[in-house]
């Protein structure tokens, strides 16, 4: 069980790392094609970016540094109210294809939360 919570946490951490880098380092008219709404809200483009790299880091750096799964419940539980407001966010805009990533990464987190608790 340990090993499969290690490669769920792995696999949330890298697409939590990759949406920083796209929202922060990624050509933005490039980026605008793939997520429109970041053209009207750059606020908040930024701050889902810095938020996405703080799960990614909670969800790997606590054991590896504190010895501790404790932290890593939280950062699962920050994931899965993350993924609850982008899609509320999505649906909101008339977008609610756009969801299904957020359901399947609440629902890893959700097993995260339930494993490491």
């Known amino acids: 069980m340990n090993i499969a919570l290690w490669i769920v946490q792995i696999i949330l951490a890298a697409a939590m790392f990759s949406g920083t880098y796209l929202k922060l380092l990624f050509d933005k008219k490039k980026l605008q094609t793939m997520m429109p709404w970041s053209a009207e809200h750059d606020g908040l483009l930024k701050f889902t970016a810095v938020v996405d790299g703080l799960i990614g880091l909670g969800l790997i750096l606590p054991p ?38 957020n359901i399947i990464f609440a629902a890893l987190a959700l097993f995260v939360v339930w494993g490491r608790r």
């Open 64 to 101: 590896l540094v504190l010895g501790t799964y404790q932290w890593v419940a939280y950062a699962a539980i920050g994931l899965i109210l993350l993924m609850i407001a982008a899609a509320i966010f999505h649906i909101n805009r008339g977008e609610g294809k756009q969801i299904v990533p």
